[in-house]
């Protein structure tokens, strides 16, 4: 089974992003002014650049919904726009959220606000506003989305391009499948006739249903990262979400990320490669595979780095990899490469 097979093709979806691009040309002059980034956009803002980034849960509220349980799929939204601000530097301050409902149900939404509650104390932003939406002849259940601001001084930008041959990824380990490739992880439940209340096949999560696992919320980079910014001149930063380790040349497109070792794929991995026959092809350039968040730095950096993740986050960290001439991604484990 692949992404594609379900219904979302990656390459139509770049070409699609390509195309809306190319219409918007209009660029702000002087303050506020566009400074470029890759998972978040800057503007100017004096002495300081203004970060914006948006993002949403995607199909995975289909199993919130599935299981009547609503309270982590908060989290998620603001994880994955918190995490995205990170890669350029930034400081996350502020968010919006934006939910649109078929049936703006007062429980449901009561859930969800426990969860981007959670989420701001995680990443210690403030959620300033939003937006209700009453949609029912455009919305099938609900979609959830937000936006995060954040700062960064314009001499500690991080946009990838000091990034040289030599140099070390870090990476630190995801809570699970996060908020990426649920349409392809929904349907292989489905085709291999599980539902989300039926306990975790093969022993692999004793004691929890399909559902508990699928809906782990997303891990909040924020804390540990923020931390790093202080002690070590980090030379790039990537959120490993939709697309999975392919997010990697975003940061620079004349570099070779070689990812050399992993840290270990949780179950969940396993059981939908096992029950949807999915190759390593797809299953590294759909899913995190038990990576979320990968961070570059000069090879002299590396055990500074190491400690201040390891003092600072709950997840594991691991060196994966190094960066070579050349262009792309290389997984020579598993025979991978990407261009």
Same mark, same amino acid.
Request: charged share 25%; proline share 4%; with cysteine.
């Given at each position: 089974?692949?992404?594609?097979?379900?219904?979302?093709?990656?390459?139509?979806?770049?070409?699609?992003?390509?195309?809306?691009?190319?219409?918007?040309?209009?660029?702000?002059?002087?303050? +506020?002014?566009?400074?470029? &980034?890759?998972?978040?956009?800057? /503007?100017?803002?004096?002495? *300081?650049? =203004?970060?914006?980034?948006?993002?949403?849960?995607?199909?995975?509220?289909?199993?919130?919904?599935?299981?009547?349980?609503?309270?982590?799929?908060?989290?998620?939204?603001?994880?994955?726009?918190?995490?995205?601000?990170?890669?350029?530097?930034?400081?996350?301050?502020?968010?919006?959220?934006?939910?649109?409902?078929?049936?703006?149900?007062?429980?449901?939404?009561?859930?969800?606000?426990?969860?981007?509650?959670?989420?701001?104390?995680?990443?210690?932003?403030?959620?300033?506003?939003?937006?209700?939406?009453?949609?029912?002849?455009?919305?099938?259940?609900?979609?959830?989305?937000?936006?995060?601001?954040?700062?960064?001084?314009?001499?500690?930008?991080?946009?990838?391009?000091?990034?040289?041959? +030599?140099?070390?990824?870090? &990476?630190?380990?995801?809570?699970? /499948?996060?908020?990426?490739? *649920?349409? =392809?992880?929904?349907?292989?439940?489905?085709?291999?006739?599980?539902?989300?209340?039926?306990?975790?096949?093969?022993?692999?999560?004793?004691?929890?249903?399909?559902?508990?696992?699928?809906?782990?919320?997303?891990?909040?980079?924020?804390?540990?990262?923020?931390?790093?910014?202080?002690?070590?001149?980090?030379?790039?930063?990537?959120?490993?979400?939709?697309?999975?380790?392919?997010?990697?040349?975003?940061?620079?497109?004349?570099?070779?990320?070689?990812?050399?070792?992993?840290?270990?794929?949780?179950?969940?991995?396993?059981?939908?490669?096992?029950?949807?026959?999915?190759?390593?092809?797809?299953?590294?350039?759909?899913?995190?595979?038990?990576?979320?968040?990968?961070?570059?730095?000069?090879?002299?950096?590396?055990?500074?780095?190491?400690?201040?993740?390891?003092?600072?986050?709950?997840?594991?960290?691991?060196?994966?990899?190094?960066?070579?001439?050349?262009?792309?991604?290389?997984?020579?484990?598993?025979?991978?490469?990407?261009?």
């Amino acid at each position: 089974m692949t992404y594609a097979d379900t219904g979302v093709d990656i390459d139509q979806k770049e070409q699609a992003i390509k195309e809306l691009v190319s219409s918007i040309t209009t660029k702000r002059k002087g303050f +506020g002014k566009p400074l470029g &980034g890759h998972y978040a956009g800057l /503007i100017d803002f004096g002495e *300081y650049a =203004l970060v914006l980034c948006t993002d949403g849960v995607g199909t995975k509220v289909k199993i919130a919904s599935a299981l009547k349980k609503w309270d982590t799929v908060g989290i998620d939204c603001i994880a994955m726009n918190v995490n995205d601000a990170l890669c350029v530097g930034a400081e996350p301050l502020a968010f919006v959220d934006y939910l649109a409902m078929d049936d703006p149900n007062p429980k449901i939404a009561k859930e969800i606000g426990k969860g981007l509650e959670a989420g701001a104390k995680l990443s210690n932003v403030s959620i300033v506003g939003g937006e209700t939406a009453d949609l029912p002849e455009l919305i099938n259940g609900f979609d959830l989305a937000g936006t995060c601001l954040a700062y960064v001084k314009k001499d500690r930008i991080i946009l990838g391009d000091k990034i040289q041959p +030599g140099d070390v990824i870090i &990476g630190l380990s995801s809570s699970g /499948i996060h908020s990426n490739g *649920y349409t =392809l992880a929904r349907k292989v439940v489905e085709k291999a006739g599980f539902s989300y209340d039926d306990k975790f096949p093969d022993e692999l999560y004793p004691g929890k249903s399909i559902g508990e696992v699928m809906l782990a919320p997303t891990r909040i980079y924020v804390k540990e990262i923020i931390e790093l910014f202080k002690k070590v001149d980090v030379r790039g930063l990537a959120h490993i979400t939709g697309s999975g380790l392919w997010n990697l040349p975003r940061l620079k497109e004349s570099a070779k990320f070689v990812v050399e070792d992993f840290l270990e794929p949780q179950p969940i991995f396993t059981f939908l490669q096992k029950y949807g026959n999915i190759d390593d092809r797809e299953m590294y350039q759909t899913f995190n595979m038990g990576m979320g968040f990968a961070v570059v730095v000069a090879e002299k950096d590396v055990n500074e780095t190491v400690k201040i993740l390891k003092k600072y986050s709950d997840a594991k960290v691991k060196v994966v990899g190094a960066i070579k001439k050349g262009r792309g991604v290389e997984v020579p484990k598993l025979g991978l490469t990407y261009c």
